[in-house]
C-alpha cells in the first residue's frame, strides 16, 4: 500500500505555457496539488502554430487533452530544395500511426487555452514571479503583487527568459544564433496548400514553411540565417528583398496575413546549462534547455520533461534524488535537440551552392526504407 504521508503535498508551478500545464495535468491525475502562476492576465493575443510529433501528442492524449480541437493529424511533410522543386515526401502520417498515435500540426493558443480549461482554478493568471527561494523542506515563489505561494518544490517552466532559472544561474544567458524571421496563422487555407500537409523550402539563407492546422486554419513562417527582424520596416518588405524566390504558396499566405498577425523572432538557445536544480528548485523546458523556434522540437520536449518528473515525483519525495535522475536522463535528449536544430537551421540555410546541391541530391536519393527510419527517429524523439 502506497504510504500516503510521503508523498509530495504541493507544486508549485511557474510558467503557464505548454511545460507548465502538462505538467500541472500529469501531477493532478495522480493526486498531486499544484498551483501554475502565470505572468500574464490573459492567454497570448497572437497566434502561432506547432508540429507535436507522435510521442509527444501519445503522453497528451493520456492526460485527456482533446488534441483534435486545437489542431489536424499531419500526413505528408514536404521538403522543396535550392531551386523550389520538391526533393522529398516523409510519410510522417503512416509512420506515426505505426506508434499508436497521429503527429499533429496545432494552433499553440488553442492548445494552450484547452489545456487551461482542464487545470481551471489552479492555474492563477495575472502572477508574475520576480523571485524564488529554496528551504530545507519547502520553495517559496514571490509575485509582484507582494504576494507568495509556498510548496514541497518550485519547478520553473517559464521559459527561455526564466525568473527561476536566473535564481539557480545568475550568469547565464541564451546563446543567439544571427536568425530570425516571423511566424502566423491564418483563417484561411492558402489555394496551394492540400490538407494534412506541411511544406518546407530551403533557399540560399533563408527557410519557409506552411502547414494545415486544421479548423480551416494554416500556419505559415519565414526565418533568415545571419540577417535578424528589423521592426522599423515593413514586415513583408522585409521578405519579399530577403528571398531569393518566394513560393507560390508562401505569397498566398503573406497576401492572407495582415502584418499585426506576423510574430517576429529571434533564434536562441541554451546548450550545456548543468544543473537545471538546486535545493527544491527545478526547470525544465525552454527555462532549462531552451532551443531554437525552428527545430520544431521545444513544445515536444517540454512536454516529455513535464510527464517524466511528474510520474518521478508520484514515485518518491526524495526530492534531490528525483531531481538528479530526471536530469540524468533528460539532459542528453535536450542537448542532442538543441545540438541537431543548429544543424538543421545550418542545413537547411546554406548559402553554398555546392553544399546546397550535394544535400538536396542526398535528400532526393533516400530509398522508402531508410526515409521512414529518419522519420521513426523524428516520430518517437529518439
Same mark, same amino acid.
Given at each position: 500500500?502506497?504510504?500516503?504521508?510521503?508523498?509530495?503535498?504541493?507544486?508549485?508551478?511557474?510558467?503557464?505555457?505548454?511545460?507548465?500545464?502538462?505538467?500541472?495535468?500529469?501531477?493532478?491525475?495522480?493526486?498531486?496539488?499544484?498551483?501554475?502562476?502565470?505572468?500574464?492576465?490573459?492567454?497570448?493575443?497572437?497566434?502561432?502554430?506547432?508540429?507535436?510529433?507522435?510521442?509527444?501528442?501519445?503522453?497528451? *492524449?493520456?492526460?485527456? &487533452?482533446?488534441?483534435?480541437?486545437? !489542431? +489536424?493529424?499531419? @500526413?505528408?511533410?514536404? $521538403?522543396? #530544395?535550392?531551386? /523550389?522543386?520538391?526533393?522529398?515526401?516523409?510519410?510522417?502520417?503512416?509512420?506515426?500511426?505505426?506508434?499508436?498515435?497521429?503527429?499533429?500540426?496545432?494552433?499553440?493558443?488553442?492548445?494552450?487555452?484547452?489545456?487551461?480549461?482542464?487545470?481551471?482554478?489552479?492555474?492563477?493568471?495575472?502572477?508574475?514571479?520576480?523571485?524564488?527561494?529554496?528551504? *530545507?523542506?519547502?520553495? &517559496?515563489?514571490?509575485?509582484?503583487? !507582494? +504576494?507568495?505561494? @509556498?510548496?514541497?518544490? $518550485?519547478? #520553473?517552466?517559464? /521559459?527561455?527568459?526564466?525568473?527561476?532559472?536566473?535564481?539557480?544561474?545568475?550568469?547565464?544567458?541564451?546563446?543567439?544564433?544571427?536568425?530570425?524571421?516571423?511566424?502566423?496563422?491564418?483563417?484561411?487555407?492558402?489555394?496551394?496548400?492540400?490538407?494534412?500537409?506541411?511544406?518546407?523550402?530551403?533557399?540560399?539563407?533563408?527557410?519557409?514553411?506552411?502547414?494545415?492546422?486544421?479548423?480551416?486554419?494554416?500556419?505559415?513562417?519565414?526565418?533568415?540565417?545571419?540577417?535578424?527582424?528589423?521592426?522599423?520596416?515593413?514586415?513583408?518588405?522585409?521578405?519579399?528583398?530577403?528571398?531569393?524566390?518566394?513560393?507560390?504558396?508562401?505569397?498566398?499566405?503573406?497576401?492572407?496575413?495582415?502584418?499585426?498577425?506576423?510574430?517576429?523572432?529571434?533564434?536562441?538557445?541554451?546548450?550545456?546549462?548543468?544543473?537545471?536544480?538546486?535545493?527544491?528548485?527545478?526547470?525544465?523546458?525552454?527555462?532549462?534547455?531552451?532551443?531554437?523556434?525552428?527545430?520544431?522540437?521545444?513544445?515536444?520536449?517540454?512536454?516529455?520533461?513535464?510527464?517524466?518528473?511528474?510520474?518521478?515525483?508520484?514515485?518518491?519525495?526524495?526530492?534531490?534524488?528525483?531531481?538528479?535522475?530526471?536530469?540524468?536522463?533528460?539532459?542528453?535528449?535536450?542537448?542532442?535537440?538543441?545540438?541537431?536544430?543548429?544543424?538543421?537551421?545550418?542545413?537547411?540555410?546554406?548559402?553554398?551552392?555546392?553544399?546546397?546541391?550535394?544535400?538536396?541530391?542526398?535528400?532526393?536519393?533516400?530509398?522508402?526504407?531508410?526515409?521512414?527510419?529518419?522519420?521513426?527517429?523524428?516520430?518517437?524523439?529518439?
Amino acid at each position: 500500500m502506497r504510504d500516503w504521508s510521503k508523498l509530495l503535498k504541493k507544486v508549485v508551478i511557474i510558467g503557464g505555457g505548454i511545460g507548465g500545464l502538462t505538467l500541472a495535468l500529469a501531477l493532478k491525475q495522480r493526486g498531486i496539488a499544484v498551483t501554475v502562476h502565470e505572468k500574464y492576465d490573459h492567454q497570448q493575443h497572437h497566434q502561432t502554430g506547432f508540429l507535436i510529433w507522435s510521442y509527444a501528442i501519445d503522453l497528451l *492524449q493520456k492526460l485527456e &487533452v482533446p488534441v483534435h480541437r486545437v !489542431g +489536424t493529424p499531419l @500526413e505528408v511533410f514536404e $521538403v522543396h #530544395g535550392r531551386s /523550389g522543386q520538391k526533393i522529398s515526401e516523409m510519410p510522417v502520417g503512416e509512420v506515426s500511426r505505426s506508434h499508436g498515435a497521429d503527429s499533429f500540426e496545432m494552433n499553440r493558443r488553442r492548445l494552450i487555452e484547452c489545456m487551461s480549461e482542464l487545470v481551471a482554478e489552479d492555474l492563477k493568471f495575472g502572477h508574475e514571479c520576480v523571485s524564488v527561494e529554496t528551504r *530545507q523542506e519547502s520553495a &517559496v515563489a514571490f509575485f509582484a503583487d !507582494g +504576494t507568495s505561494d @509556498e510548496g514541497d518544490v $518550485v519547478i #520553473g517552466c517559464d /521559459g527561455a527568459h526564466s525568473v527561476v532559472r536566473a535564481a539557480i544561474h545568475p550568469d547565464a544567458e541564451l546563446k543567439m544564433l544571427d536568425a530570425g524571421g516571423w511566424i502566423a496563422v491564418i483563417d484561411h487555407h492558402p489555394p496551394s496548400l492540400q490538407q494534412n500537409r506541411h511544406m518546407d523550402f530551403w533557399q540560399p539563407g533563408c527557410k519557409a514553411g506552411v502547414a494545415d492546422i486544421g479548423n480551416g486554419e494554416a500556419r505559415w513562417y519565414v526565418a533568415f540565417n545571419h540577417r535578424l527582424p528589423d521592426a522599423s520596416s515593413s514586415k513583408k518588405l522585409q521578405i519579399k528583398q530577403g528571398m531569393v524566390d518566394i513560393p507560390e504558396v508562401i505569397q498566398q499566405c503573406i497576401s492572407m496575413t495582415d502584418e499585426a498577425q506576423m510574430v517576429s523572432t529571434k533564434a536562441g538557445d541554451l546548450l550545456a546549462l548543468d544543473p537545471w536544480y538546486q535545493g527544491r528548485l527545478l526547470l525544465i523546458g525552454d527555462a532549462a534547455h531552451a532551443t531554437s523556434p525552428y527545430a520544431g522540437m521545444g513544445a515536444c520536449t517540454a512536454i516529455a520533461d513535464a510527464c517524466l518528473l511528474a510520474e518521478m515525483l508520484d514515485q518518491s519525495n526524495d526530492v534531490e534524488n528525483v531531481f538528479i535522475e530526471f536530469q540524468k536522463q533528460r539532459k542528453p535528449v535536450a542537448d542532442a535537440v538543441i545540438e541537431e536544430s543548429r544543424h538543421g537551421l545550418d542545413m537547411s540555410t546554406c548559402r553554398s551552392r555546392f553544399r546546397n546541391w550535394i544535400r538536396d541530391w542526398g535528400l532526393s536519393h533516400i530509398p522508402d526504407h531508410k526515409m521512414k527510419q529518419i522519420v521513426d527517429a523524428m516520430v518517437t524523439g529518439r
